[in-house]
């Protein structure tokens, strides 16, 4: 045996005989190198594992969130859907008004109008492959559509806010109900029997009965005339103004601001006239018109 030989002595407990075993330094070094190398092999794989299994655990994770998150891009892809037919329905509700109103030429040219319909010939798998892009991409379209749209039905409340306050100031009802004894425009008078032209209507009617305002104005003159007797004039919007004649009274004084079906003044017999009734007359810009134009 040489001196780099070692020697293995296994002595049993409990009698038996003594067990030898031969080594030589080069097996010793070799044994170690082994184990150390099997060690080492035991610990990166049992590393790898663990971090395997982790990152298995964290890939089924990743999954269920993926699931989660599809099914949310799934709800959201329907509501932008919903979203985008109640967008083209308004659009069409606003062409109808706009075309009833006479203004169709106020939208938008960036605007679009009566777009929707399904999607031709797509699987529901398809539908679900849609990357959230594209989802983005219609929200922002319907985004710019929604404001386009707000811009329209602002144009069009301040468009009908203006017709219902023209509507309020034009003549349009009865000022007092009853017959009428004399039309607009010329007829014999009377009083001489020669032609003349009569700028309004008589309205026959009890005395006392009570005349409305056909429409919103301001009352700009009470006043009392030897033709028309006791009379008054109220001053609408747009040029209007009407005025009454051979009231009994007057219920208002200049300057008050009267509203349609607000009581004016009270049927009379004053002036030059032949009997109870209400001279009712209608003004453009200082130019006599038929009334009869705005009676309903």
Request: hydrophobic share 35%.
């Amino acid at each position: 045996m040489t001196i780099k030989d070692h020697t293995l002595i296994i002595v049993p407990q409990k009698g038996g005989s003594i067990k030898k075993i031969y080594a030589t330094s080069a097996l010793i070094k070799f044994a170690s190198v082994s184990i150390a190398v099997l060690a080492l092999c035991a610990i990166y794989f049992s590393y790898d594992y663990v971090k395997i299994k982790g990152k298995t655990a964290e890939l089924a994770g990743l999954k269920r969130l993926t699931a989660a998150q599809k099914d949310q891009i799934d709800l959201l892809a329907g509501r932008v859907g919903e979203f985008e037919k109640k967008m083209t329905a308004l659009q069409h509700f606003d062409r109808k008004i706009r075309i009833m109103t006479n203004l169709e030429g106020g939208h938008d040219k960036n605007q679009i109008l009566g777009i929707g319909g399904p999607i031709p010939e797509e699987s529901d798998a398809e539908l679900r492959e849609l990357p959230i892009g594209n989802i983005r991409k219609d929200i922002d379209r319907l985004l710019e559509e929604a404001t386009f749209q707000d811009r329209s039905f602002r144009e069009l409340s301040d468009f009908l806010t203006k017709q219902q306050s023209v509507l309020a100031s034009t003549p349009s009802i009865w000022p007092v109900m009853g017959w009428v004894s004399s039309e607009f425009g010329y007829r014999t008078s009377p009083f001489t029997g020669k032609r003349e032209f009569h700028r309004g209507i008589d309205i026959a009617t009890r005395v006392g009965k009570e005349i409305v305002a056909p429409a919103g104005g301001i009352v700009t003159g009470v006043s009392k005339k030897k033709g028309m007797g006791n009379m008054l004039r109220i001053n609408h919007r747009n040029g209007i103004s009407t005025c009454y004649g051979h009231l009994m009274k007057s219920a208002v004084k200049n300057g008050h601001r009267v509203k349609r079906g607000d009581v004016i003044g009270y049927v009379g017999n004053s002036g030059r006239s032949t009997g109870t009734h209400l001279h009712y007359g209608i003004y453009i810009n200082g130019v006599s018109v038929n009334p009869r134009r705005y009676l309903l």
